[in-house]
C-alpha cells in the first residue's frame, strides 16, 4: 500500500467586515446572516465531497481562513467540523486553526470556538501603532488586540500566533521593533511576522501609500527583528514563521514540505496525491457560485501536474524552509528522481545560492535567501 503524504484540510470563509487595501486573498465585504447559513451548508456538502476523495485518510490539520472566520458564530464553526469530525479519520494531536481578527473575535466567547473543535488560534494584529492600524484599513485598535489575546488564554486555548507584518508606511527600525516587543509580551507561541508586499489587484498596488521604508531600512528591519526574537526564543523555521519550541505550524509545514491538502470553500485550492499522480484542484472563487455549484452537486475537476510543475511547486516551497530540505522528501512528494533535482541544483552551488548540509540535505545560502523569490523562479518550467 503506498506511503502518502500527510493530509490536511483547509476551509476557506470568504467574508470580512470591510476588505483591507494591501490584502489579495479571495475575500469579500459583507456576508448577512442568511448567506452564511447557505455558506455553512455548502461547505458541509463540500466536506462530504473531499472525504469522498480522500478515501480514509487521515487529517493531521484543519485550517479555517478568510475572510474573517471569526465572523462566523462558534455554533456554524462547530457544525463544520463536527462533520469533519464524523468524515475523516483525525490524528489524535490534530491542530485545528481558526484566524480571528481582534475586532471581530467578540462575535461569540472564544471559549465556544474552543469547545467547538478550535484549538489554535491565529490572531491578525499587523501592527500595534493605531495610525499605522488606520492606513492598514484595520477595523480594530491597538487595546483589541491584547483584549483578544486574553480573551483566548482565559478559554483554554494553549497555542496563539499573532500575524504581524513590517517595512509598513512610515515605519522605521525603531517603529518595527516597538511592533515585535508589543507582540512578544503578548507571549504568543507563533509569530508570523512578514514583509508588507503590494500585491497586484490590490488597492495598495495600485495607489501606493507614502512613507514605504527603502531597500535598505527593510533589510535593517529584518535582520534586527529576527536577532530580537531569536533572542526571546522564537526559532525561525521558515521565511516569516517563528516559533517557540514545539508549536511550529502544522498545517503550514505541510504545505511547505509538499504534502497533500484538500479544498473547502470559496477559491480554495488542493492538491491530493493518488496511484496515478499527484492531482491540483480548485473551487469557484465567487462564494455565490461556489454556493451553487456544490448545491448542483457538480464535481471539481481535478487535473495531474506534470513533472515540470513538480519540481517547481516543490522549490517553491521548500525553499521557504530554514532547515532545508532532504532530497529524499523531494522523490517522495513528487515521484522524481533525485537525478532531476541534482540536474537543477548544481548550476545554482557553483552560483552560491544553494548549499548541501550533510550528504542530502539541500538549504538555501545567506544570498540565496535574501534574493529567495529570484531563487524560485530558477525552477520556473
Known amino acids: 500500500m503506498p506511503v502518502w503524504p500527510p493530509l490536511s484540510l483547509y476551509v476557506h470563509l470568504p467574508w470580512c467586515v470591510r476588505k483591507c487595501p494591501y490584502c489579495d486573498f479571495n475575500s469579500y465585504s459583507g456576508g448577512d446572516d442568511e448567506a452564511r447559513s447557505r455558506y455553512v451548508e455548502a461547505l458541509i456538502a463540500d466536506v462530504r465531497k473531499e472525504a469522498e476523495a480522500a478515501s480514509g485518510r487521515q487529517l493531521v490539520s484543519v485550517f479555517l481562513g478568510g475572510g474573517t472566520p471569526s465572523l462566523f458564530t462558534p455554533a456554524e464553526i462547530g457544525r463544520v467540523l463536527d462533520e469533519t469530525a464524523n468524515l475523516f479519520s483525525l490524528a489524535d494531536d490534530i491542530e485545528v486553526t481558526m484566524e480571528a481578527n481582534p475586532g471581530t473575535v467578540e462575535c461569540g466567547d472564544p471559549k465556544a470556538y474552543r469547545q467547538a473543535g478550535v484549538n489554535r488560534l491565529s490572531i491578525g494584529a499587523q501592527s500595534f501603532d493605531a495610525a499605522t492600524l488606520a492606513v492598514l484599513g484595520r477595523v480594530h485598535g491597538v487595546a483589541d488586540i491584547g483584549r483578544a489575546a486574553r480573551e483566548a488564554r482565559d478559554a483554554g486555548f494553549d497555542n496563539i500566533n499573532l500575524d504581524l507584518m513590517y517595512a509598513l508606511p512610515g515605519q522605521g527600525v525603531v517603529a518595527a521593533m516597538s511592533d515585535i516587543e508589543a507582540a512578544v509580551r503578548l507571549e504568543p507561541e507563533h509569530l508570523s511576522w512578514y514583509h508588507l508586499t503590494l500585491e497586484p489587484n490590490t488597492v495598495f498596488h495600485a495607489r501606493p501609500p507614502a512613507g514605504l521604508p527603502d531597500e535598505d531600512v527593510s533589510a535593517e528591519i529584518q535582520q534586527q527583528g529576527e536577532s530580537l526574537l531569536a533572542g526571546r526564543g522564537y526559532d525561525r523555521y521558515e521565511i516569516s514563521a517563528f516559533a517557540r519550541d514545539g508549536r511550529r505550524c502544522r498545517h503550514n509545514l505541510n504545505y511547505w514540505s509538499f504534502g497533500d491538502y484538500l479544498a473547502v470553500g470559496a477559491g480554495a485550492h488542493g492538491k491530493l496525491?493518488?496511484?496515478?499522480?499527484?492531482?491540483?484542484?480548485?473551487?469557484?472563487?465567487?462564494?455565490?457560485?461556489?454556493?451553487?455549484?456544490?448545491?448542483?452537486?457538480?464535481?471539481?475537476?481535478?487535473?495531474?501536474?506534470?513533472?515540470?510543475?513538480?519540481?517547481?511547486?516543490?522549490?517553491?516551497?521548500?525553499?521557504?524552509?530554514?532547515?532545508?530540505?532532504?532530497?529524499?522528501?523531494?522523490?517522495?512528494?513528487?515521484?522524481?528522481?533525485?537525478?532531476?533535482?541534482?540536474?537543477?541544483?548544481?548550476?545554482?552551488?557553483?552560483?552560491?545560492?544553494?548549499?548541501?548540509?550533510?550528504?542530502?540535505?539541500?538549504?538555501?545560502?545567506?544570498t540565496g535567501r535574501r534574493f529567495l523569490n529570484d531563487l524560485q523562479a530558477q525552477f520556473l518550467p
Open 273 to 366: 496525491s493518488t496511484a496515478e499522480g499527484v492531482l491540483r484542484y480548485a473551487k469557484p472563487a465567487n462564494p455565490q457560485q461556489y454556493m451553487k455549484s456544490v448545491e448542483a452537486g457538480e464535481d471539481v475537476v481535478r487535473t495531474m501536474i506534470g513533472d515540470d510543475d513538480l519540481l517547481f511547486e516543490f522549490m517553491l516551497n521548500a525553499l521557504r524552509l530554514s532547515d532545508g530540505f532532504d532530497e529524499t522528501l523531494f522523490t517522495a512528494r513528487t515521484g522524481l528522481p533525485a537525478a532531476t533535482l541534482h540536474r537543477r541544483l548544481e548550476p545554482l552551488v557553483e552560483r552560491g545560492l544553494m548549499a548541501q548540509n550533510g550528504t542530502q540535505n539541500w538549504l538555501p545560502t545567506t
